[in-house]
C-alpha cells in the first residue's frame, strides 16, 4: 500500500508539536539555539536532525484600518518523491523505496558521502554530524542532570556521519502505528493515510475552501513537473509556494545526465583526435 | 472565580471543551487560545469547519488570530469598554435574548433606591468611604419587601430594574468610545458586535473562551463579569456550543484549585474559617456560611463530612467533628502579601513546590531577595530552577545569605500515579509508567512520610494542640507491595476517600446528595462524591468517547455534568429553546428530566414547580431556575454585594497605564492593592519616561523552566525576547534579532528584538498613537539551554481586590537597543521604614473575607503580630500558588 | 499577492541586507541544501581529470618513437599514482570512511557517484596492468608478468580515463544545484577539457625533469586546444547560465576565476606554450617556461573545480534561483 501524507496548511496553527514529537520519537537532537528573528521560525530548515519544519509566513499590513493580516504556517516534511532525485543519486544503494512507496535512507548502508544531499530538488535531506554530545550541547547538560540518559545510545549516535530525513515513520508503519508527527498534530493538520484517498480528500478540501472565498491549491498531489512526478507528501498551499520555501519549478537532477555525458564524450573524443593528429602531424 | 461565581454560582467553567464544537460563533479575548491550549483548540477548529465563525480580541495578532475569521486589535487592559461596548450595543438594538433574559437573568430584580451608578459619582458607586478607602456595600443590593424577598418589575419598565439599570450603566459604552479608549477602529468593533447577535437567540449559539489575559488585572475579576452579563443577556448560558470557557493553566490548576490550594477556602469551595467572622465554633461557621436558599444551603453536610474525612472516628458530634482543629484565617495569606512579609523578614520558612517565583513572580528581584531573608527553604523539583537557585544569581552574594536550602528530587508525571482536573472540570486518571528516577518520589509521597514522621514525633502526647496532628486519618498505604516497599501511598486510597464513605461501613457514598451533616458520611471534597462510587468503580479511569457528550470519558464534577446549569437549554415550559439547540429537556411521560448530559436540576422537578417564598435550599427556587447555587436561582446581571469594585463592571485604566481614563475621573481601579515602596516602585500614570504599554504572555514553546531544559523545545525559542512593532523599531533604532533593553521604574531586562507587523500600533483618542511590546514571560536565568531574563523583574507587585492576583498584562515601560547593564546585589536592604513593612496576613488595602458573604466585606481587621506568622506558613506548607486560576 | 508591510529598516540587522528584495523569498533562507564538500572532493574531482587525461595520453603515445615511448611510459605511472591516492582523499570525504565499500554494493547507471566510482576502480585496474607491463618491460618484474596485461588494456584505460574525467563533470551537474545544474552541457565538457590540459601539463612537466622536450612540444600543442577549448566553453557557459551564473562569474569569485583559472591558469600558459612553438628558448629558459607554462594549468584546473565547488554552494544559498531549477 502506498501510503503518505496530505499536509493541510489551512489548518495549521503552528504548535510545532509535530517538530518535537518526530525529534522525540526518532531521538534526534537539537540542532542549535539560535534567535534567528524570523517569525516564529528558530529551526529555519529541514536539516539531518529537523525531519519536520514549522514555516511561518507573516502578511501584515500595519497601516491599513481593514485587518485582513495573514500568518500563514506549514510543517514541512520530505516528500517522498515519486522519482526521488536522493534515491538516483545514492551510489551506495542506501536509499530505497520501502513496501510503503516510501524513500527511506538505511542509515547502516550510507557511507554519508553526501551526495543525496545535494540531489534534492526541495532541499530535504543532509547530513547528520557525528554525534559528540559535548560538542552539540544536545544531551550533554540533560545526562548532567538526568543519569537516565547516561548508557542510552541514542539513534543519532549509533548513526552520525550518514545522511538523514524523514523515514515516514517505517518503524511505526510496520506495528501499525501512525508517524508521530500525524498523531501529535492536533488540528489534524497532517493526514496520513493511503494516497489514494488522501488526493481524493485533498481535492474536495480545495473546492470546500473555494466555496468559503478561500484560494487555495494543492502541491504535489499531481504531477510537479521536472521529471518528478507527484509527491507522496503534498500539501494545500494558500498562497504560491515560494512563500513557503518550495520550488515552483522543481527539476530531477538525474535528467540532466544524457546531456552531460554526451557533452563529455564529444569533447574527450574532439581532444583525442586532436591529440592524435597532433602527435601524428608532428 | 468570583467572576463567574458570582454571576452564574460556580466558579468553574460553564462549559465543557469538546462543546465548543457545536458553537456557531467563538469569541476568544483574553486569551491565546491556539498557543497556550493547542489541544484544546482542536475543538475550535472543529467548530470553524462546521461553518462556526472564529473571533480574537488581542493586543497582538497571535497564532490564534492566524486561525480566527475576525481579529480585532486592542489596547491591553481597555476589554471592559470593549465588551461593555456590545453590551450597549446589544441593549440599545434590543437584540439580546428577551425570553431567555426574562425567566433566568436577574433583569427583573429592583435595585435599591438609594444605589447611585459611576455615572453620577465620576466612576464611583455609592457606598465609598475616603477614609476607609473602600466601599460600604449595602446600597449595592435589590429592593426587598417586608418579608426580604426581592421586588421584581415583570415588565421590564421599571427605571430601577436591573435591565434599565444596566442600560443607564452601559450607554457610555459607544463605539466611538471603544475607538478612542481600546484603539479598536470601530469597523472591527461593530462587525463583532453584529456577528455575536447574529449568533445568538433560540437557533443559535456563541461561546466564549478567555485565560489570564482577562484575569491578571487588577479589574480581572470585573473583565468577566462583563463576558458573563453580555452571555446571559445574549442567552448562551447552559447551552450547547454555548457558555463561557475559562481555560485553566496548568495540568492540574482546576483540581488545585478544587480542592483548595488556596488559602482562603477548603475542599469543594467551602469557605476557610476565619477569625476576622468570628467563627470561633462550628455553629458560628455555619451560620455565617450556609445559606438560606439555594444549594449552597446543603453547607453543613459537606463541611461536616469534610471533618469526617480528616479526622475520622475523633470528629463526633460532641467536639463540634473536630472543627476547632482548623486554622483560621488572620487576614490576606495570599502570596503576594506573604511574600512582602518575606522581604520584610517576618516569615521564617517555604515550602515551594511544582511551582518556580524565582523566575514566575512578578516583581522578581523582590522575590528572589526575599528568600535571602529566610531561615529555611525547600524545593521540591525535577530541576534546578531560580528559585532554589536563588543564591546564585546574577549580583548576589552567596557568602552573606544565611538561607538553609533544601532541594528535592520531584517525580515527574509519568512515574506517579493520580488524577487530574483539567479545563472542563474533568478528572483523569492516570497511571505510573515507571519508577521515579534513584532518589525522587511522588509528591504524595513527600507529604504522605512527612505526616507519618509527625504523627510518630508527636506519639503519645498529652497536650491538645497536637491533637490535631495525632487524630488525623492518614491510612493510605499502596495495595501493590511494589509501591508499598517504596514507601508509596495509594493515590486511589486518596481519591476514594475524596469521594467519600459512610462512616459506619466504610461503602462508598454514591452521589453528594446522599453526603449528611450527622457524621455519617466523611468525604474529603464533596463536588468529588460519584467518581468512585464503589469499591471497584474509578470513573475517572474511563476511557470511551462519544459523538455527543462522551458521558464515559472521565469524569466531570460536579455529578459527571458538562455544561452546567443546562436546564438553561430548555425554555421554561421545559422544551427545547429549538431543535438545532436541544439538550437537555423535560420528559413530560416519564415525568423527568433528560438529554444528552446529565442535567443540572433536581431530575424530577417539573418546570411547573411553583417557588415557595421563604422555602429552604432548592424549594425557594421555581422549576424553571436553572441558576440552582444562586440564592434566587437566577443568573446574576447585576451582582450584589459580592465583589469589592463593584456591582456592575465599569472601565478604570491599568494602575500603570499611558492614557487618562477617558470614561470616568477615577482613573483606575479605587480598590486596587498596592505596595508603593522603593523595592516595588511603580510607574506613575501617564509618564512620559514610560511611553509605551507592556503585556506579557507565554509562547506554545515554552512553558518555564520544564521546557528550557528540554533541547527539542529550548531550539523552537531558545531566548527570551520582546516583540515590538517595526514602526517603533525603525524609530529607536532597534533591528531584527538584535538585543533590546526594556526598562520600567523597577529595572531593566534585555532581550532579542522579534520585529513584526503582528504588533499592530494603535489609534485612541485625538490620534494618540500607542504602542504595545509584548513579552514572553517563560524565560529566566537559569543555566539551560533556553535562557534570557524573566520580564516579571520589570513588574511591581499589585493585585486585584477580589481574588488577589497580580497585574501582569497591562503595564508601561520603556524600550531601547542594546543590552542592559550588569545587575548587582539585591536590594535586600533597600530601606522599607518598619511601620510600611508586612507581616504575615497584613494586606494594604481589604482582608480576604469570604467572597460569598457580602455581610462580612463591611468589617475588616488587620492582623499583624508575630503570633500569626507561623499559623498562616502552616497554609503555605500546603503548596500555596500564586493562584493566577482565581482570577476566574 | 500579499506583500510583507515591513519598513526595511528594522530588518537589515539580522539578515545582514541592507533592504528587503522585490519578491520576498521565506526571510532570504535557502532553500536547498549545499554540499558539504571541502579541500578533498576539489582534489578529487581535479586529480580524477588529470589522471583520465594521462590515460588517454598514454594511448595516444606511440611505443615506436622514443620521446612517446617515454611519455607513454611516464603517463602510465603517474595516472597509476594518483589512481592510488584519489580513492584515499575520497574516502577521507566520506562521513563514515570505513563505509567506503558499500560503494560496490551495486552499479547504478542513474548514480554519476556510482558509475564514477566504477570507472574509478576499473581505471585503476587498466592502469596497474599497464604499470605491470611496464615494470616488466624495465626488468622489475619477470618478464613472463607482461602476459597479465594484454595489449587491450591500454585502450581501455584511455576510454576509462575520458570517462573519469567527464564524470566529474556530470557528476555536479546532474544535481539539484542551479549553478550546476544550467552547466549541464558546459561543466562536463569543461571539465574533460581542463582534464585534457592538466595531464598535459602533468606529462610535460615530467618531460621536462626527464629531458624529455621532443614531447613537450607535442604536450603544449595539445594543451593549447584544450586550455582554447576550455575556455570557449566557461565563456559560453557564463553566456547560458545567465542569472544561475552569478555565484561563480560575478563578485569577489568571478574575480577569482578571471585571474586565476582564465587568465593564469589558461590565456598565461597558452601564451608561454606558443611562445614555445614560435620561438626557439635557451634550454634552462625554456624549462623555465614549460615549468610555469605546466604548474599555472594544474592551478589554474584546481582553482577552477574550488570555484565550481564553492559558487556551488552560494548557488544553493540563492532561493530565488532555487525556486525555478535549470531543466
Ligand atoms: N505552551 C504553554 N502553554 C501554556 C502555558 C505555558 O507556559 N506554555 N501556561 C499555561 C498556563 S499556567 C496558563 S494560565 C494558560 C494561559 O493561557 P492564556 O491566557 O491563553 O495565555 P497568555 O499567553 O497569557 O495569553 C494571554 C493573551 O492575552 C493577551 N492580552 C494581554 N493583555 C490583554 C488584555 O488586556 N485584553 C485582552 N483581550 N488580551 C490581552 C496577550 O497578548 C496574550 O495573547 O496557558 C497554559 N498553557
Ligand atoms: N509576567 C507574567 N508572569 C506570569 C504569568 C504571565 O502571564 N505573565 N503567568 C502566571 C501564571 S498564569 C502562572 S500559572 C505562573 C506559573 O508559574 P510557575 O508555576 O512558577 O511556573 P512553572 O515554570 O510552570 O513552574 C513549575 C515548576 O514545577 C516543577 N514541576 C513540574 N511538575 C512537577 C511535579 O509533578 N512535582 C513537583 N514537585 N514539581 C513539578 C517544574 O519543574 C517547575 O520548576 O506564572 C505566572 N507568572
Ligand atoms: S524530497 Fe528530497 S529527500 Fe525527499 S524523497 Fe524527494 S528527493 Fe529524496
Ligand atoms: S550520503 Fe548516504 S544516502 Fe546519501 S547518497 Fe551518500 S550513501 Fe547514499
Ligand atoms: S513521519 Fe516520522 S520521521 Fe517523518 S517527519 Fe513524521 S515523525 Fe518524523
Ligand atoms: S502539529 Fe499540526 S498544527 Fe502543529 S505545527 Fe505541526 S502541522 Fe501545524
Ligand atoms: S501540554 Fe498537555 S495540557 Fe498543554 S496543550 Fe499539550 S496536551 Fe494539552
Ligand atoms: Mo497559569
Not at chain 2, 482613573?667 to 506579557?696: F, H, I
Not at chain 3, 588517454?56 to 611516464?74: C, F, G, M, N, W
Not at chain 3, 552541457?185 to 624529455?212: D, K, R, W, Y
Request: hydrophobic share 40%.
Amino acid at each position: 500500500m502506498s501510503t503518505g501524507f496530505f499536509t493541510d496548511t489551512t489548518l495549521c496553527i503552528g504548535c510545532k508539536a509535530c517538530e518535537v514529537a518526530c525529534k522525540q520519537w526518532n531521538e534526534l537532537p537539537s540542532d542549535g539555539y539560535e534567535f534567528t528573528g524570523n517569525s516564529y521560525d528558530n529551526t529555519s530548515q529541514l536539516s539531518g536532525t529537523t525531519w519536520r519544519h514549522v514555516a511561518f509566513v507573516e502578511q501584515m499590513h500595519v497601516e491599513e484600518t481593514t485587518i485582513d493580516d495573514r500568518w500563514l504556517m506549514m510543517s514541512d516534511v520530505c516528500k517522498h518523491c515519486t522519482h526521488a532525485g536522493c534515491m538516483e543519486a545514492c551510489p551506495t544503494g542506501a536509499i530505497i523505496r520501502n513496501e510503503f512507496d516510501s524513500v527511506f535512507v538505511q542509515p547502516d548502508i550510507c557511507n554519508g558521502c553526501g551526495y543525496c544531499v545535494v540531489s534534492c530538488p526541495f532541499g530535504v535531506i543532509d547530513l547528520v554530524n557525528v554525534f559528540n554530545a559535548e560538542a552539540s550541547g544536545a544531551y550533554g547538560l540533560a545526562t548532567l542532570n538526568d543519569q537516565r540518559l547516561d548508557d542510552k545510545q541514542t539513534a543519532v549516535q549509533a548513526t552520525g556521519g550518514v545522511a538523514g530525513k524523514c523515514t515516514l515513520c517505517y518503524d511505526r508503519q510496520t506495528l501499525g502505528m501512525t508517524p508521530a508527527c500525524a498523531k501529535a498534530c492536533p488540528t489534524e493538520s497532517i493526514q496520513f493515510g493511503n494516497l489514494e484517498e488522501l488526493r481524493e480528500r485533498a481535492n474536495a478540501r480545495v473546492e470546500s475552501l473555494a466555496k468559503r472565498g478561500i484560494e487555495a491549491s494543492l502541491y504535489g498531489a499531481g504531477d510537479v513537473g521536472g521529471g518528478i512526478g507527484a509527491l507522496n507528501a503534498f500539501f494545500l498551499l494558500t498562497d504560491r509556494p515560494e512563500a513557503y520555501n518550495l520550488p515552483v519549478e522543481p527539476v530531477l537532477p538525474s535528467t540532466r545526465q544524457p546531456a552531460g555525458y554526451t557533452a563529455a564524450a564529444l569533447t574527450a573524443a574532439g581532444l583525442a583526435i586532436a591529440g592524435w593528429m597532433i602527435f601524428r602531424n608532428a | 472565580m468570583p467572576g463567574l461565581g458570582t454571576s452564574f454560582g460556580r466558579g468553574g467553567a460553564t462549559v465543557w471543551v469538546p462543546d465548543l464544537a457545536h458553537a456557531d460563533c467563538i469569541l476568544i479575548e483574553g486569551s491565546n487560545f491556539a498557543e497556550a491550549h493547542p489541544v484544546a483548540f482542536r475543538f475550535v477548529m472543529q467548530a470553524k469547519e462546521r461553518g462556526a465563525t472564529i473571533i480574537h480580541v488581542d493586543p497582538r495578532f497571535t497564532r490564534t488570530s492566524a486561525m480566527a475569521d475576525v481579529y480585532a486589535p486592542i489596547r491591553s487592559g481597555t476589554d471592559i469598554v470593549f465588551l461593555g461596548g456590545i453590551i450597549n450595543h446589544v441593549l440599545a438594538n434590543e437584540s439580546y435574548f428577551k425570553e431567555y433574559v426574562a425567566a433566568y437573568t436577574n433583569a427583573a430584580h429592583l435595585v435599591r433606591e438609594d444605589f447611585v451608578d459611576t455615572e453620577d459619582l465620576h466612576g464611583l458607586f455609592s457606598g465609598w468611604d475616603e477614609e476607609k478607602n473602600g466601599y460600604d456595600v449595602a446600597t449595592w443590593d435589590f429592593e426587598r419587601d417586608e418579608h426580604g424577598a426581592v421586588v421584581n418589575d415583570p415588565t421590564l419598565q421599571h427605571p430601577r430594574c436591573v435591565l434599565n439599570v444596566m442600560r443607564g450603566h452601559f450607554a457610555r459604552y459607544t463605539p466611538e468610545m471603544v475607538e478612542d479608549v481600546c484603539g479598536t477602529p470601530r469597523a472591527s468593533f461593530l462587525k463583532i458586535a453584529e456577528l455575536l447577535a447574529k449568533n445568538s437567540g433560540r437557533e443559535r449559539t456563541t461561546a466564549f473562551a478567555y485565560a489570564v489575559g482577562w484575569t491578571q488585572h487588577t479589574a480581572g475579576v470585573q473583565f468577566i463579569r462583563t463576558a458573563a452579563i453580555l452571555q446571559l443577556l445574549l442567552g448562551n448560558i447552559g447551552r450547547p456550543g454555548g457558555g463561557i470557557m475559562a481555560l485553566r493553566g496548568h495540568a492540574n490548576i482546576q483540581g488545585a484549585t478544587d480542592i483548595a490550594t488556596l488559602y482562603d477556602l477548603l475542599p469543594g469551595y467551602l469557605a476557610m474559617p476565619s477569625a476576622l467572622r468570628n467563627e470561633q465554633t462550628l455553629e458560628q461557621y455555619l451560620k455565617s456560611t450556609t445559606k438560606p436558599s439555594g444549594w449552597w444551603a446543603n453547607t453543613p453536610k459537606y463541611v461536616v463530612s469534610l471533618l469526617k474525612a480528616f479526622y475520622g472516628d475523633a470528629a463526633t458530634k460532641d467536639n463540634d467533628f473536630c472543627y476547632d482543629y482548623l486554622p483560621q484565617l488572620t487576614g490576606d495569606h495570599s502570596t503576594l502579601p506573604t511574600t512582602m512579609a518575606m522581604k520584610d523578614g517576618n516569615v521564617k520558612g517555604y515550602f515551594v513546590i511544582g511551582q518556580n517565583p524565582g523566575a514566575s513572580s512578578q516583581n522578581g528581584e523582590l522575590t528572589r531577595s526575599a528568600m535571602e531573608r529566610l531561615d529555611w527553604l525547600v524545593n521540591i523539583d525535577f530541576y534546578d530552577n531560580e528559585t532554589v537557585s536563588f543564591w546564585k544569581r546574577e549580583g548576589a552574594d552567596p557568602s552573606k545569605i544565611a538561607t538553609e536550602v533544601f532541594f528535592l528530587p520531584a517525580a515527574t508525571v509519568v512515574e506517579k500515579e493520580g488524577t487530574m482536573v483539567q479545563t472542563s472540570r474533568l478528572l483523569q486518571w492516570h497511571d505510573k509508567a515507571i519508577d521515579p528516577a534513584r532518589d525522587s518520589h511522588s509528591d504524595l509521597w513527600y507529604f504522605y512520610d512527612l505526616g507519618k514522621r509527625l504523627k510518630a514525633l508527636y506519639a503519645g502526647s498529652n497536650d491538645p494542640k497536637d491533637r490535631p496532628i495525632l487524630d488525623m486519618t492518614w491510612e493510605y498505604d499502596h495495595d501493590d507491595p511494589h509501591e508499598r516497599a517504596k514507601g508509596e501511598p495509594s493515590a486511589l486510597r486518596v481519591l476514594r476517600e475524596i469521594n467519600g464513605f459512610y462512616t459506619a461501613t466504610g461503602e462508598q457514598v454514591k452521589a453528594f446528595t446522599d453526603l449528611a451533616d450527622d457524621g455519617s458520611t466523611a468525604a474529603g471534597g464533596w463536588i468529588f462524591t460519584g467518581v468512585c462510587p464503589d469499591e471497584h468503580t474509578n470513573h475517572a479511569r474511563s476511557r470511551s468517547g462519544d459523538d455527543s457528550t462522551s458521558l464515559n470519558w472521565g469524569w466531570a464534577w460536579p455529578a459527571n455534568r458538562r455544561t452546567l446549569y443546562n436546564r438553561a437549554s430548555a425554555d421554561p415550559d421545559g422544551k427545547p429553546w429549538s431543535e438545532r439547540k436541544k439538550y437537555v429537556w423535560w420528559d413530560e411521560e416519564k415525568r423527568e428530566w433528560t438529554g444528552y448530559d446529565v442535567p443540572d436540576f433536581p431530575k424530577t422537578k417539573a418546570p411547573a414547580t411553583p417557588a415557595i417564598p421563604g422555602g429552604k435550599g432548592l424549594d425557594a427556587h421555581s422549576g424553571a431556575d436553572p441558576f440552582i447555587m444562586n440564592v434566587d436561582g437566577k443568573g446574576q446581571l447585576f451582582v450584589s454585594g459580592a465583589l469589592k469594585d463593584g456591582p456592575l463592571p465599569a472601565h478604570y485604566e491599568p494602575l500603570q497605564s499611558v492614557v487618562r481614563n477617558p470614561l470616568y475621573e477615577q482613573q483606575s481601579n479605587p480598590m486596587l492593592r498596592q505596595w508603593d515602596r522603593p523595592d516595588n516602585a511603580y510607574n506613575k500614570a501617564v509618564d512620559a519616561a514610560y511611553p509605551y504599554v507592556l503585556t506579557t504572555y507565554r509562547v506554545t514553546e515554552m512553558s518555564g523552566i520544564m521546557t528550557r531544559y528540554v533541547p527539542w523545545l529550548a531550539e523552537l525559542q531558545p531566548a527570551a525576547f520582546c516583540e515590538i512593532n517595526p514602526e517603533l523599531a525603525v524609530e529607536k533604532g532597534i533591528k531584527n534579532g538584535g538585543w533590546v533593553t526594556i526598562s520600567t521604574a523597577l529595572g531593566e531586562m534585555e532581550a532579542r528584538a522579534l520585529v513584526s507587523g503582528r504588533l499592530r500600533p494603535l489609534r485612541i483618542a485625538k490620534g494618540q498613537r500607542v504602542h504595545q511590546i509584548g513579552i514572553p514571560y517563560n524565560y529566566g536565568s537559569q543555566v539551560a539551554f533556553a535562557r534570557g531574563d524573566s520580564v516579571g523583574d520589570l513588574i511591581a507587585l499589585s493585585m486585584d481586590p477580589n481574588v488577589s492576583i497580580h497585574e501582569s498584562k497591562s503595564l508601561t515601560c520603556n524600550i531601547r537597543a542594546g543590552r542592559r547593564a550588569p545587575r548587582h546585589s539585591g536590594v535586600v536592604d533597600a530601606d522599607v521604614p518598619s511601620s510600611e513593612r508586612t507581616t504575615m496576613g497584613q494586606s494594604s488595602a481589604l482582608g480576604p473575607e469570604d467572597l460569598r458573604d457580602p455581610a462580612a466585606l463591611t468589617h475588616h481587621a488587620r492582623a499583624n503580630d508575630g503570633k500569626d506568622a507561623s499559623h498562616g506558613m502552616r497554609q503555605m506548607g500546603q503548596g500555596d500558588r500564586p493562584s493566577p486560576e482565581k482570577g476566574a | 499577492m500579499h506583500n510583507v508591510a515591513t519598513p526595511d529598516e528594522a530588518f537589515a540587522g539580522a539578515s545582514g541586507r541592507d533592504s528587503l528584495p522585490a519578491t520576498p523569498t521565506y526571510f532570504e533562507r535557502p532553500m536547498l541544501k549545499a554540499p558539504h564538500w571541502e579541500w578533498n572532493v576539489i582534489t578529487y574531482l581535479f586529480l580524477g581529470g588529470v589522471m583520465g587525461g594521462l590515460g588517454v595520453l598514454a594511448t595516444i603515445a606511440r611505443d615506436d618513437r622514443d620521446d612517446e615511448r617515454r611519455l607513454r611510459r611516464s603517463a602510465r605511472y603517474a595516472s597509476f599514482a594518483l589512481a592510488a591516492i584519489n580513492p584515499l582523499i575520497l574516502i577521507s570525504h566520506l562521513g563514515r570512511p570505513e563505509r567506503f565499500l558499500h560503494m560496490l554494493r551495486i552499479v547504478k547507471f542513474k548514480s554519476p557517484m556510482s558509475l564514477g566510482v566504477w570507472g574509478l576502480i576499473l581505471f585503476s585496474g587498466a592502469a596497474g596492468a599497464n604499470v605491470a607491463r611496464e615494470l616488466a618491460d624495465a626488468g622489475v618484474l619477470p618478464r613472463w608478468t607482461r602476459h597479465f596485461a594484454p595489449s587491450i588494456t591500454t585502450p581501455l584505460q584511455a576510454a576509462l580515463g575520458a570517462f573519469v574525467a567527464g564524470y566529474t563533470g556530470v557528476l555536479l551537474s546532474a544535481t539539484a544545484i542551479p549553478l550546476w545544474g544550467a552547466g549541464k552541457t558546459h561543466i562536463p565538457a569543461a571539465s574533460v577539457c581542463s582534464g585534457f590540459a592538466g595531464a598535459c601539463a602533468l606529462a610535460s612537466l615530467l618531460a621536462t625533469i626527464e629531458g624529455n622536450h621532443a614531447v613537450t612540444r607535442k604536450l603544449e600543442r595539445l594543451e593549447i586546444v584544450a586550455g582554447g577549448a576550455e575556455l570557449a566553453i566557461l565563456l559560453d557557459f557564463k553566456r547560458a547560465a545567465g542569472s544561475y551564473g552569478a555565484p561563480m562569474f560575478e563578485g569577489a569569485r568571478g574575480e577569482k576565476l578571471r585571474t586565476h583559472t582564465l587568465l593564469a591558469g589558461i590565456v598565461a600558459p597558452m601564451a608561454l606554450n606558443l611562445i614555445g612553438s614560435a620561438i626557439r628558448l635557451p634550454k634552462p629558459l625554456d624549462a623555465v617556461r614549460t615549468t610555469a607554462a605546466s604548474i599555472l594549468t594544474l592551478f589554474g584546473g584546481y582553482v577552477l573545480r574550488e570555484t565550481l565547488i564553492e559558487a556551488g554552494k552560494a548557488s544553493a544559498a540563492d532561493p530565488r534561483a532555487a525556486f525555478r531549477q535549470p531543466r
